[in-house]
């Protein structure tokens, strides 16, 4: 009705201002010249006009709003995963992280169960190592499961918490392999002073210095080193407000770790070889000459492999992270970036293969824990079914030294001997 009374006092037909507001909206058919039969077309078109002219003041705000609250909104664009590629990452993730919880908790037990072990250098590092992945089996599993898989979208700062976790599991068990590396190489280079340049001591200054470090490096964006912009650019399109710059600055880091790791391998082979090289040349013996070469090849043999590895588990992911500082990411190539972090879960899985099983004095230890807890087993067992009318001996378990054990069992094998011996010296009579 204002648009018709508008028409009829000529004002719309005048006014160009008005004319080019309302472009569009009738076209030369109807306007108030025409016959009033198609003043209900005209309402129509005019009423969806003035209801767009007004959408962007009245509702543009409200919206612009609503879409900054809902981070749903916001990390849609980070959940890119199909539904036969969360199924195949879905099922990794379920195997590979209560597999490595529980092997890197077992190592972490036979570590803190047996005195020895736990006085030496080495084992605290590969201590160390076993913590770091126990953290990783946990914090990566439950974070890359509840965003990918189940949609969770989480604010900033319960978001960074979480990421925090997951950086500090995966640093901190690189740094563990660096400081391994580093035994291996002054247990070779410098087998006469070994000891006294690598104590107990030191050893536990330089865990508590990298883990001290990976704490802060880790937590970082928590503190404020977020992505400036929210999620828009320059964020990162593989985590939701990161800064570029500090995944520039993580990926360096790792990639500097992973460089003295092979270094430190390398130098333990060259070092390893020289030394078979010149006890083969001093020996002068052509057959064992070739048993100490065949030596040098086990070893260098065992590193390639772990190297192989470690490589093989780091390169992918460093990669595409390093290729979302410098280029656009597609959403074919996030999807891979999710599939190829993974691999540093497979990794933390296969780190005690390599480092704590691998190891005679950790295998004999966790023997023998597992022994002491049958033999506890059965010593209850024992008690409760022994009869009163039968000779029994002393059935209390005792825990003994490893020292004291030897002398134990051959103490009990002199005893049997002599009372066998006493049986036959009976029955001559």
Partial sequence: ???????????????????????????????????????????????????????????????????????MANLECYMVLTTAEKTAIGSICFLAGPFTLLENALVLGVIAATA??????????????????VFASCFFTTSFLDFHLFRRSDGPTAYLF?????????TGSVGSL?????????????????????TRRRALLGLLALWS??????????????????LAPPCSLLFPYINHAYLACW?????????????????????AHLHEASMTSFQGAVGTGQARMRMDIRLARTFGLILLILVGCWLPVLS?????????????QQRAFAFCSTLCLVNSAVNPLLYALR???LRVALLRLLQGLSEIGSCQKSTGDSSPGLPTEDNSCTVFSEGEAPRIANSQLNSVSERVDQQQLNIGK
């Fill in 162 to 170: 979480k990421l925090g976790g997951v950086t500090m599991a995966f």
């Fill in 116 to 133: 020895s072990l736990r006085q030496r250098p080495s084992y605290l590092f590969i201590g160390s190592l076993a913590l770091a992945d």
């Fill in 213 to 230: 470090a990976v704490i802060v490096i880790s937590f970082l964006p928590l503190m404020g080193w977020r992505c400036p912009t929210g």
């Fill in 359 to 361: 190891c005679r004095e």
């Fill in 251 to 271: 990926t360096s880091f790792i990639l500097v770790l992973l460089a003295l790791i092979l270094g430190a391998y390398a130098l333990i082979l060259w070092k």
């Fill in 320 to 332: 595409f992270m390093i290729a979302d500082v410098a280029v656009h990411l597609t959403h074919a």
């Fill in 1 to 71: 009705m204002i648009v018709l009374l508008l028409c009829e006092s000529g004002h719309l037909k005048h006014n160009s201002t008005d004319r080019r507001t309302l472009k569009g909206v009738a076209d030369s058919s109807i306007w108030c010249k025409k016959p009033k039969v198609k003043i209900l077309a005209l309402t129509q078109k005019i009423t969806v006009a003035m209801a767009e002219w007004d959408g962007p003041t009245s509702l543009g705000p409200t919206e612009t709003k609503e879409n900054t609250s809902s981070p």
């Fill in 178 to 198: 660096l400081l391994t590396a580093l035994d291996r190489y002054l247990c070779i280079h410098q087998a006469s002073s070994y000891k006294v340049l690598l």
